[in-house]
C-alpha cells in the first residue's frame, strides 16, 4: 500500500487545471450500455473508480479502452449479460448505474446489492423505486437486485429521499426512461451540474430529455439510442480541493476550469472565510492568508454546499480564529476525517450531523489514515498545513477521485512524496 509523506508548512502558489469529473463520467460510462456500437468519451480522469466502472462494465461483455490519455472508448457491440457481479460492484457503489441501461436495453438486469460504506448507510431503495415504477418487478435475492421488465413504461416519478433529491437514482431513471415506452416525468430530480451533463450526453445519444440541471427532468421515450463521443465536464471538487490547498497554506493557487457557477456558494463561503477569491477568465484564484475566520456550513444537494467538500473545509476551518459549525445535510456521519484530524492537533468535536471546529493556531505533523476518498483528501490539506512531516496512510482511497495528487501538489511548490507503507 502506498503513503503520501508530507514535509508541511509550505506557502503553495502557482495554476492547475481541472481533471474531467469522476462523478459525471461514472453514470456516462453506464449510459454507453444504452446503444450498441463504440461511444468515445473524453476528458475522463484516470482513477482508480474509472477503472472499477470499466471492468464493470467489461465484465457485461463490452470492451473499454484507452485511445489517449484521457479518452476512454466503449464498444457494447458484443454485451450479452446482464448479471453486474459482487465481485465488481463491491469495489465501488456507483457501479449501481448499469441497473438502469441494462434494463432499458435487455429488459433484465441484475446488479449486486453494493453493500457498506465507509461514511454511513448508503441505501438504493430509491434506484429500485426509479425502475418499478417504470413497470420493472424487482426481488432481492442472494445480494442482487433481481429487475425484469417485459415493457417499460413512461410516468410521473418523485425522486425525493430523506435528504433530498438522489443523484443516481435521477441518472439511473433518466437512462431507464430513455428507452421506455411514452413520457417520464422526473419530479425533484437532482440538479447538480453532473446530471445536467448525463442529460447533455443522452441527448448526443439520441434521446428526447429536457430539464437537465432544474428540478423536472422529461424524457420521451425512443426506440433506439445510437452511440456518441462526448466530453466530461471538469471536476469542480477536485478543483476546490486544489483551492483549499491555496487558502490553508497562505498562498495563492488558481484552478484552470474551476467553474464559478457551480462553486458559486463554495467561492462565497471561502470569501466569508476572508480568503481572496477570483473568479474569471477559465478558472477561479484564490489567495489566502491564516488564520482564516470561522464559519457556518450546512451541506445539502445543489446548489448547497457540496457534501464532498465538507472534510476539506473541516480541515480550512481548523486553523480559523474561532469556532467554526457544519452540519452535514446529506450524510450525517460523514466525519471519519475528525479524529484523524486531532491527530494533527485539530479540536473538532462531533455530535452527528453536526462538528463544532474550535480554531487552534497550528497544526503539527503525524501519522493520519485516509479512511475514505475525500477524508483522505482533507488529511492531505491539513498535512500541507501543519508544521514538520504527516504521513497519510491508505491513500488508495485518493487515488479513487484524484489523479496524481502529488504530481499537481508538487507543480504548485507543496513537498509530497508517494512511498510504500512500511
Ligand atoms: N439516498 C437514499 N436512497 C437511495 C439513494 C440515496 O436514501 O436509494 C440518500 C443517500 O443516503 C443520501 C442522499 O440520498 O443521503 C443523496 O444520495 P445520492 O443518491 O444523491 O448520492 P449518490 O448518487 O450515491 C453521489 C456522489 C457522491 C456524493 C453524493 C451526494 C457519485 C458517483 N457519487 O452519490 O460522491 O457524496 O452524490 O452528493 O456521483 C464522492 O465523490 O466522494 C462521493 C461520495
Known sequence: MDKFVIRGGRRLSGVVAAQGSKNACLPMMA????????TTLRNVPRLADIETMADVLRSLG????????????IDTTSVERYVAPYDVVRRMRASIAVLGPLLARFRR?????????????????????????????VDLRGGYIVAQAPALKGKRVNMTGPAGPSRGATANLMMA?????????????????????????????????DGGGSSEITVAGVEHLKPCEYEVMNDQIEAATYLIAGAITGG???VEGADAG?????????????????????????????????????????????TDL???MTALLSLASGRSVIVEGIYPDRFNHAPELGRLGAHVEVTPPTAVVNGVHR??????????????????????????????RRIYHIDRGYERMEDKLMSLGASVERAQEE
Open 177 to 209: 426512461a430513455a428507452l421506455a415506452e411514452g413520457v417520464t416525468v422526473i419530479e425533484n430530480a437532482a440538479r447538480e451540474p453532473e446530471v445536467a451533463d448525463l442529460v447533455n450526453m443522452l441527448r448526443a445519444m439520441g434521446a428526447q430529455v
Open 109 to 137: 438486469a441484475e446488479v449486486s446489492l453494493p453493500g457498506g460504506c465507509a461514511f454511513g448507510p448508503r441505501p438504493v431503495d430509491l434506484h429500485i423505486k426509479a425502475v418499478k415504477e417504470l413497470g420493472a418487478k
Open 31 to 38: 449510459a454507453a450500455l444504452l446503444a450498441e456500437g463504440v
Open 262 to 306: 457551480y462553486l458559486s456558494l463554495f467561492d462565497e463561503r471561502l470569501a466569508a472565510a476572508g480568503v481572496t477569491v477570483e473568479a474569471g477568465g477559465d478558472g477561479i484564484r484564490v489567495r489566502g492568508s491564516l488564520p482564516v475566520a470561522p464559519l457556518e456550513i450546512r451541506t445539502a444537494p445543489f446548489p448547497g454546499f457540496p
Open 363 to 392: 497544526l503539527y505533523g503525524a501519522y493520519v489514515m485516509a479512511s475514505d476518498l475525500r477524508a483522505g483528501a482533507a488529511l492531505v490539506l491539513a498535512g500541507l498545513a501543519a508544521e514538520g512531516e504527516t504521513n497519510v
Open 252 to 254: 495563492d493557487v488558481a
Open 310 to 312: 465538507q472534510p476539506q
Open 62 to 73: 463490452a470492451t473499454a479502452e484507452w485511445e489517449g490519455p484521457h479518452e476512454l472508448a
